[in-house]
């Protein structure tokens, strides 16, 4: 997808929240100074890395309360209700890896931008 200006956008699906990443393509011939794209670049990488981040944390802190909540359930012997809360969990762990993965592939392309902690 291709927005009016000519900028790529991308949709992902993050934690049920629909984020769209806007990627826009630098050429020498539009920057006087081939140094200039590439801090923007380093920049923007740094910002989707900082954003990055804060998911990943924030659906780590999804999988530790759903690991509490099992144990309850166990605990009382709630069978149906565990069913369902490990579909969930299993939904929050494979947005878990793909945000890890995405996180690996912007450190791999950007290995000299430094990262938010």
Known sequence: ??????????????????????????????VANPATYTAADAMQAAYFRAYLDAQRRQLAADMAKHQAELVKLADAGHSLAIGRLRTQARAVQTEL????????????RFAETPTAP
């Open 1 to 30: 997808m291709t927005s009016a200006d000519g900028c790529h956008i991308c949709p992902h699906t993050l934690h049920s929240v629909h984020v769209w990443f806007t990627f826009s393509s630098m050429s020498a011939s539009g």
């Open 97 to 108: 890896q793909h945000v890890e993965k995405l996180v690996e592939r912007l450190d791999g």
